[in-house]
């Protein structure tokens, strides 16, 4: 059984940093796109960012790029998000998917995604 779970929320001064974490367990991963979304209340999910399975190729948001960093760690089956510069904005659930590659997948959308962990809040202060 496919198995993401997420932890490392928590409430944070804007500016402040986080580091999030997703446990993959349940099945090889290799040839997946492990993503990082996030849903505020009464707004539709959005992607944050994506990383190839291998941590060879990365995504980014646009709006999070250069203050979030995806990162895997293989060995560990473990794929973090490191969220520096916290702006209350970026207050939501943040949530790890995981999506097997192929020619027709898609990084930045939703529903592509086969596996989803329940959530972690990220809840940001002025």
């Known amino acids: 059984q496919v198995q993401l779970v997420e932890s490392g929320g928590g409430l944070v001064q804007a500016g402040g940093s986080l580091r999030l974490s997703c446990a993959a367990s349940?099945?090889?991963?290799?040839?997946?796109?492990m993503g990082w979304f996030r849903q505020a209340p009464g707004k539709e999910r959005e992607f944050v960012a994506g990383i190839d399975w291998s941590g060879v190729k990365t995504y980014y948001e646009d709006s999070v790029k250069g203050r979030f960093t995806i990162s895997i760690d293989n060995a560990k089956n473990m794929v973090y998000l490191q969220v520096n510069s916290l702006k209350p904005e970026d207050t939501a659930v943040y949530y790890c998917?995981?999506?097997?590659?192929?020619?027709?997948?898609?990084?930045?959308?939703?529903?592509?995604?086969?596996?989803w962990g329940q959530g972690t809040q990220v809840t940001v202060s002025a």
């Open positions: 349940g099945r090889d991963f290799n040839n997946y796109i």
């Open positions: 998917a995981a999506q097997l590659r192929y020619g027709g997948s898609n990084v930045y959308r939703a529903p592509f995604y086969n596996y």
